[in-house]
Structures are given as C-alpha cells and as structure tokens.
C-alpha cells in the first residue's frame, strides 16, 4: 500500500467507528489503531499530542503520526495525520519520537523503520519534520538526520528509537533507546546546535538491570534535586519477584553528570503498577511540574475492540503531573483535568453503604482517605447482572481485578491477564485514593505517589458501586459520584 496523509485523512472521514466501550475523558484516536504518545508539547498556547497510528485497521500496522490539540486535556480537537510514511527514509513506519519548539516553529524528531524482507536488514533511523502553524508538517530534504553512521560500536541497527528532545544551555539534545548487540538495553545521547546536524556524545545508561533486553521510549526530567530518566523497558526482569515483564515502564531517579555525559541511577520505581501503561511522554509547565501522559494499554494480548470489530483500539491515560514535593517525587492526575471532572458534576455525596446510580454516563471520580489498618472493597459494576471490576485495599496492599469482565488474554502464553497489585510505601500514614473510571479504563492514584491504570470491558455501564470495610465507623468523605453533563 502506498502511504499519504492525504489518503489516511480521507479513510478517517469515511470510516465509523462502534462507540460501546469508546472513552469520554481519555483520548482515543477517531478510527483505528493508537499506540505510544509522540510529540507531546505546549505549542500557541495549547497542548499537543501526536501518537503511535493506523487509521485503516483496529490492529497495529506501518506507523503514522495521529495529531490532536487541547486547552484542558479532555476536550480534544483532532487534526488528522501530521505524518505519513511515504518516503524511502520510513516507507515502513514513522515510529515514535518528540517535539520541541524553536524560533516560533515546532520540530518533531521521530524514527523511520524499515523492514527490508528480514532481520539482518532491518534498520531505524532518526528524522526531523517542522511545522509553522503546528499542524503541517514538512519531513526535513536531508533526513535522516540521525542514522547508523553515527552509533556507537557495539549497538544493534535494528532497534535504535524513539528520540526524545531537550534543550540545555542553547545546546539540543536528544536521548535515543537502543539495544546493543548482546541484547541488553542501553540510552544514547546526542547533541546538536540546530536540529539538523547532530553528533553522537555518550551511552548515558547501558548494561543495567534497569533496561531490560531494550530501552524503548526513554524520557528525561530535570527537577531541582534530582534527573528523572523514564524507560519502557523489554524483557525487564525483576530480582526481587523474580518475575520477567515483557513491558514494564520504570522512573530512574539519579544524577546527570555533565562533564562525562553518564546517568548515574540512585534509586528507581514502577511508574505504574496496572495492567495497561506503557510508553508516557511529558512535557515541562512553566511551574517546573512536568506534565505527561501514557498509552493506556499493553502489548501482546488481545484487545475486545478488535475481537468484535469496533473500528478502534487503543487510548491515553488523562494527563498527569510529575513534581518534586517534601523531598519526595509525586504523581497527580493534572489540576486542569479535575477542575473539569469536578465542574462536570451535578452532585456530591458521602458514602456510607451501597450506591446505586442509573445514569452515570460511564463516569466515576472517587476521592478519599483511608487508614492503613483497615480494609476496603469496592465492586463497579451493573445491577442488571453479575459482571463488574473489583478494588480492594488490606494488609498495606492493593489489589485490583477484572476477572468478571470481557476475558483478555495475553497472547504469547495463552493466559488470562485479570489481576494486578500494588504494596502501599511505609513512608505514608494514611491512604489517599484518587480513583478515575472511564468507559473502559480505571486510573488510580495512590498517596499522590504510586499508581495502577487499566483497561476493563464491561457489556453494560457501570450503574452500581457497592462498598464493605472492617471499621464499622468508616465513612469516606469527599466522594464524588453523580451524572455528567459532558
């Protein structure tokens, strides 16, 4: 197939999609396939997000780059394909990358694949496209800009991706995930004066137990009191459960030394503990908070919306925040998206027993304080019959299932992924949950620290949400729980 913006912006306007179990806060691309979000920026004042596309199949296929704009991050407007793989450089997909703004215009630096009929031919490749109004986009004469004459010895052409841009003392930088050639992880540095010419300076991070057999989608964070480096991780494989994920997104937190160009890791976390996170990109506030946002998904298992044809498959996470506070590095959902949940709402109440709610238009913020000593559980579910998602907090830990759901399976094994957990940190008193559920997804932060996103398939909306603890006194406060006007 031949490959135009213009050819995938018409099969979008064409094409429908089954809205069943399509989301009303997370974004969801209009038709087709969505994976990984790309060029995440704030750009004439509004926020951007290009993402992982294929409009023509509810399966992944060559890559494009899906375009849309928002003030709040739940009101979108959609631009259609920013890029299109159509030239020798990517003719078999525009994989992920970033965006940065320069001199009144927005750069995208993204990675063109290329398959070339086998493994040992296969290569990846970095390239610039810019945009004056940022929504047309223009693929560089030169590109690629980056390719494997600039690798370091030792690094595998085959997976070398996903550049993500920043600026430092008016000197561009890129960060690259790569693979070496014995199949451990590694993160590549580059620099560059105008996005154009760019040289290779150092493998900031490489032969760590943190980068599993390929760092995919690395991003970086620069806070007062420490640097944040974000992988995606393959094949990460974890001592203390000796358990090996396939896709694992994990925060190294740590220091960059500037005269060596090396990352020195002090500590690291999952950044999210759920079934379907993968791949989040951010892009600095002017408040020094980072904003961000993830493919609220996962690889390898089957996806209902393309089982039963719907037209569509995959969405983001609502925006969050990441910042630094009382010395501790926290996570948010982003203030602009709760001012709108909040202002969306027609009633607040307190709960006390079970609620039932016939009209909740498939929408559900909770927000409350917990003892560590007690315990919890909550069922989501439709009083029209048994189906539901469960949340319970016992014992410090927080288990989440979607067992009594549409059964999702995880291909490579042939096994049911229904189940995740989380331990709540010790450094914590109490237990703050702010929990957002969507038409087919549940975001839960914890303590404003940890977090669990998944997706869930329920054949009828959730109308019911039924409630038990142990304390006999316990009453949750400050719950939201009503109808949408949205």
Same mark, same amino acid.
């Given at each position: 197939?031949n490959?135009?913006?213009? $050819?995938?912006?018409?099969?979008?306007?064409?094409?429908d999609?089954?809205e069943?179990?399509?989301?009303k806060l997370?974004?969801a691309?209009?038709v087709?396939?969505l994976n990984?979000?790309n060029?995440?920026?704030?750009?004439?004042g509004k926020y951007h997000?290009?993402?992982q596309y294929?409009?023509?199949?509810?399966?992944?296929?060559?890559m494009?780059?899906?375009?849309s704009?928002?003030?709040d991050?739940?009101?979108?407007?959609?631009q259609?394909v920013a890029?299109?793989?159509?030239k020798?450089?990517?003719?078999?997909?525009?994989?992920?990358g970033s965006a940065i703004?320069?001199?009144?215009?927005?750069?995208?630096?993204y990675?063109?694949?290329l398959?070339?009929?086998s493994?040992?031919?296969?290569?990846?490749?970095?390239?610039?496209?810019?945009?004056?109004d940022?929504?047309n986009f223009?693929?560089?004469?030169?590109?690629?800009?980056?390719?494997?004459?600039?690798?370091?010895?030792?690094?595998a052409v085959?997976?070398?991706?996903?550049?993500?841009l920043f600026?430092?003392?008016?000197?561009?930088?890129?960060?690259?995930?790569?693979r070496?050639?014995?199949n451990s992880g590694q993160?590549?540095l580059?620099?560059?004066?105008?996005?154009?010419?760019?040289?290779f300076?150092?493998?900031v991070l490489?032969?760590?137990?943190?980068?599993g057999?390929?760092?995919?989608?690395?991003?970086i964070?620069?806070?007062?009191?420490?640097?944040?480096l974000?992988?995606?991780?393959?094949?990460?494989?974890?001592?203390?459960?000796?358990k090996?994920?396939?896709?694992?997104?994990?925060?190294?937190?740590g220091?960059?030394?500037w005269e060596?160009?090396k990352f020195e890791v002090?500590d690291?976390?999952?950044m999210?503990?759920?079934?379907?996170?993968?791949?989040?990109?951010?892009?600095r506030?002017?408040?020094?908070k980072y904003?961000?946002?993830?493919w609220?998904?996962?690889w390898n298992r089957?996806?209902?919306?393309?089982?039963?044809r719907?037209?569509?498959?995959?969405?983001?996470?609502?925006p $969050?925040?990441?910042y630094?506070q009382?010395?501790?590095l926290?996570q948010?959902f982003?203030p602009?998206?709760?001012?709108k949940?909040e202002?969306?709402?027609?009633s607040?109440?307190a709960l006390?027993?079970d609620?039932?709610l016939?009209e909740?238009?498939?929408?559900q913020?909770?927000?409350f304080e917990?003892n $560590?000593r007690?315990?919890?559980k909550?069922?989501f579910?439709n009083n029209?019959?048994?189906?539901?998602?469960?949340?319970?907090?016992?014992?410090n830990k927080?288990i989440f299932s $979607?067992?009594?759901t549409d059964?999702?399976i995880y291909?490579?094994?042939g096994v049911e992924?229904?189940?995740?957990?989380?331990?709540?940190?010790d450094d914590?008193?109490k237990v703050?949950?702010d929990?957002?559920?969507?038409?087919s997804?549940?975001?839960?932060?914890?303590?404003?620290?940890?977090?669990?996103?998944?997706?869930?398939y329920?054949?009828?909306?959730?109308?019911?949400?039924?409630?038990s603890?142990?304390n006999?006194?316990?009453?949750?406060?400050?719950?939201l729980?009503?109808?949408?006007?949205?």
């Amino acid at each position: 197939m031949n490959y135009s913006i213009e $050819r995938a912006n018409e099969f979008i306007k064409n094409n429908d999609i089954n809205e069943k179990y399509y989301p009303k806060l997370n974004y969801a691309a209009p038709v087709g396939w969505l994976n990984d979000p790309n060029g995440v920026s704030f750009f004439n004042g509004k926020y951007h997000l290009f993402y992982q596309y294929y409009p023509y199949d509810s399966k992944w296929g060559p890559m494009h780059w899906g375009h849309s704009i928002s003030e709040d991050g739940i009101n979108w407007d959609d631009q259609g394909v920013a890029l299109a793989p159509d030239k020798i450089y990517d003719k078999d997909g525009c994989f992920s990358g970033s965006a940065i703004e320069k001199d009144g215009k927005l750069y995208l630096m993204y990675t063109g694949h290329l398959e070339n009929g086998s493994e040992f031919l296969k290569r990846e490749n970095q390239n610039i496209a810019v945009s004056e109004d940022g929504v047309n986009f223009v693929k560089y004469e030169n590109n690629p800009v980056i390719d494997e004459k600039l690798l370091p010895e030792g690094t595998a052409v085959q997976d070398f991706r996903d550049p993500k841009l920043f600026e430092k003392d008016g000197i561009y930088y890129c960060i690259i995930g790569a693979r070496d050639t014995e199949n451990s992880g590694q993160v590549l540095l580059y620099k560059s004066h105008d996005l154009f010419e760019w040289e290779f300076v150092s493998v900031v991070l490489e032969k760590s137990k943190y980068l599993g057999s390929m760092a995919e989608c690395p991003d970086i964070m620069f806070f007062e009191d420490r640097v944040v480096l974000v992988i995606s991780a393959m094949d990460y494989h974890d001592n203390r459960t000796n358990k090996t994920y396939p896709h694992l997104t994990l925060m190294l937190e740590g220091k960059f030394d500037w005269e060596t160009y090396k990352f020195e890791v002090n500590d690291t976390r999952v950044m999210d503990y759920g079934l379907d996170f993968y791949a989040p990109q951010s892009a600095r506030e002017s408040s020094g908070k980072y904003l961000f946002t993830a493919w609220n998904q996962a690889w390898n298992r089957t996806y209902p919306t393309d089982v039963y044809r719907h037209g569509w498959n995959g969405q983001m996470t609502v925006p $969050r925040q990441l910042y630094e506070q009382d010395g501790l590095l926290k996570q948010s959902f982003h203030p602009k998206v709760l001012d709108k949940i909040e202002s969306l709402y027609q009633s607040e109440k307190a709960l006390v027993e079970d609620i039932k709610l016939n009209e909740l238009n498939n929408i559900q913020y909770l927000s409350f304080e917990f003892n $560590r000593r007690d315990s919890f559980k909550f069922e989501f579910g439709n009083n029209a019959n048994e189906k539901h998602i469960l949340l319970e907090y016992m014992a410090n830990k927080i288990i989440f299932s $979607r067992e009594n759901t549409d059964e999702i399976i995880y291909d490579a094994e042939g096994v049911e992924v229904s189940q995740s957990e989380m331990i709540v940190s010790d450094d914590f008193e109490k237990v703050k949950f702010d929990i957002l559920i969507d038409r087919s997804s549940i975001q839960i932060i914890v303590n404003n620290y940890d977090a669990m996103s998944s997706t869930f398939y329920l054949d009828l909306p959730i109308n019911e949400i039924k409630y038990s603890t142990n304390n006999s006194n316990s009453m949750l406060t400050n719950i939201l729980v009503g109808t949408f006007n949205k």
